[in-house]
């Protein structure tokens, strides 16, 4: 390790910055890190994480446990068993974590509800049950098909350094490009999933994985089917929740040298001959390197974060960002309370019989949806319901437009939405006792100050159209020295798509130190062909 450290020090002069602690940043922190490269991470927030942020509902030490109030879903964990491999680890040395399998539990009704689950088969039997046998032999055709379309575009464009149509085109060949065009590729997600299910219910249900990129499904592209498979590969439960795994990534970046400047906001990214030069901080440090690392939206940094020379470089050859492109924000509330009436499990989603009128009134209209879709993550549950007499630990999310930064939703339009939603849970037989609650409720305009000059936007821009797929930038910037990481950058949103582009973002910059050799279209190996 000496010998590669100094070598790295050698070449990168001085420390590489990295801008920011979301899952993106820490991730790359580690990979560099582990390679031997000197890291600084500075964080404007007291915690790290990001996106991946916990909320202590109350200061009574007998209250339960803080609530995951970001992402809450596992998936993908090749990514991560790479990454902590690398560190010189496994994940179950690191975390306590168990597999899931009961995927979700959906209902419109009291009387409506359907598992998915783990096993396609069982899953398989259930949509008989709750819908008819031909709707279950559609639904084992779908899931072939996004098997197939998962294996297809995991190398050529999860893996790949910035993917392209013709690019990608000539990597799947002939036996792949003919999975994309089966599927209907210049089509709607919605529209191609009108081949497989005409219970409108199942419709609806697969058609909320476009939500997973901050999309409405009546826009995505036909692509976005594959993350059906990504669920059916693995969805797990962390003990400790989401923020375990930012701890153990921390711990583990520590341990191999990272330096955390947390609380410590970074005003200016300095540049001298147009090239990086450094970083000045909130309070007047300056740190200086010819590496920086961003990790944040990419409109906080063609906004803010560069000079006017800077940001004329970047937008010169990248666009802008448009408020109108930007993704979905949300309402959330994290809630200790007591619950009854429903059998919940880990993951739930409550469903309003109008879905187009939710994206409707988000995308077109600007405002909260008037009939939302909720989801609930009881954390207190993992597959089998365990009825608790006690507050459990609930987050409730609904999705919403990405206006926090033009206009606050004022407090009857808010309101309306709370009655909406918890209107919604009771009528599906789920009784929360708000008068008991411990409740803390985030909205577009608290998202956006969090995550600045987003709006509230929490996954980039909306995935809309099927050429958005290869709209978003890579891990090279426009200006020589600084680099990309995060969920608007390439592979794009979802905790695993954000630490992938952290490694993408590591491994470019250990292609410029010539510490390893970039070839071809895929930057990083993995995958889950390798396991």
């Known amino acids: 390790m000496r010998s590669v450290a100094g070598r790295v020090a050698l070449l990168a002069k001085a420390p590489v910055i990295i801008i920011g602690g979301g899952i993106a940043g820490l991730t790359c922190a580690l990979d560099l890190a582990s390679s031997g490269v000197e890291v600084i991470l500075v964080e404007k927030e007291a915690q790290l994480g990001g996106k991946i942020r916990q909320i202590n509902c109350s200061d009574d030490p007998l209250a339960p446990a803080p609530i995951d109030s970001g992402p809450t879903v596992f998936t993908m964990r090749w990514v991560f068993d790479a990454l902590f491999e690398k560190a010189g680890t496994t994940l179950e040395s690191e975390l306590r974590l168990e597999k899931l399998n009961i995927l979700a539990r959906h209902a419109w009704s009291k009387d409506e509800r359907l598992d998915l689950f783990s096993d396609i088969d069982q899953s398989a039997q259930a949509i008989a049950e709750f819908s008819s046998p031909a709707e279950a032999k559609r639904f084992l055709q779908f899931s072939a098909q996004c098997r197939d379309l998962y294996k297809a575009l995991e190398k050529p464009y999860m893996l790949s350094a910035k993917p392209n149509f013709s690019g990608m085109i000539a990597d799947l060949g002939i036996a792949g490009s003919k999975v994309l065009y089966d599927i209907g590729l210049f089509n709607t997600l919605w529209k191609s999933l009108g081949n497989y299910f005409h219970d409108p219910r199942l419709h609806q249900l697969f ?21 059906a498979d990504v669920e059916t590969q693995g969805v797990w439960a962390l003990e400790g929740g989401m923020y375990s795994l930012v701890a153990a990534i921390r711990k583990l970046a520590q341990d191999q040298g990272v330096q955390f400047l947390t609380g410590k906001a970074c005003e200016e990214i300095l540049l001298k001959n147009g090239k990086v030069s450094g970083v000045r901080l909130a309070d007047g440090t300056l740190l200086y390197s010819e590496h920086v690392i961003f990790n944040g939206d990419l409109a906080a940094l063609q906004t803010g974060l560069l000079n006017a020379e800077g ?38 989603v409550f469903f309003n019989q109008d879905y187009q009128a939710e994206f409707d009134d988000i995308f077109n ?30 987050l409730c999310l609904v999705n919403a437009p990405a206006k ?21 849970l009771q009528q599906c037989g789920l009784n929360i006792d708000l008068d008991s609650a411990i409740c803390h409720r985030t909205t577009p305009a608290i998202f956006n100050q969090l995550f600045p000059a987003t709006g509230g936007a929490l996954y980039g821009q909306a995935n809309h159209g099927w050429m958005e797929t290869f709209g978003r930038a890579s891990a090279q910037s426009p200006i020589p020295g600084l680099l990309l990481t995060g969920g608007s950058v390439h592979p794009g949103p979802g905790v695993p798509m954000a630490a992938l582009s952290g490694r993408m973002a590591a491994a470019t910059l250990m292609g410029h130190l010539g510490l390893t050799k970039l070839s071809g279209r895929t930057l990083i190996s993995g995958g889950t062909s390798t396991l």
């Open 404 to 424: 926090g930064d033009q206009s606050e939703f004022n407090a009857q339009e808010i309101e309306q939405c709370e009655h909406e939603t918890f209107g919604l």
């Open 207 to 227: 058609g909320r994985y476009a939500t997973y990129c901050g999309s409405s499904p009546y826009e995505a592209p036909a692509t976005l089917m594959l993350i």
């Open 365 to 394: 209209r600007g405002r909260l949806p008037r009939k939302p879709t909720v989801y609930v993550c009881a954390q207190d549950q993992g597959d089998s319901y365990q009825a608790k007499p006690d507050l459990q630990r609930l």
């Open 311 to 348: 940001i004329k470089a970047f937008n010169t050859k990248m666009a802008p960002p448009s408020p109108a492109k930007r993704s979905l924000s949300a309402i959330t509330w994290s809630i200790n309370a007591k619950a009854d009436g429903f059998p919940l499990v880990r993951h739930n």
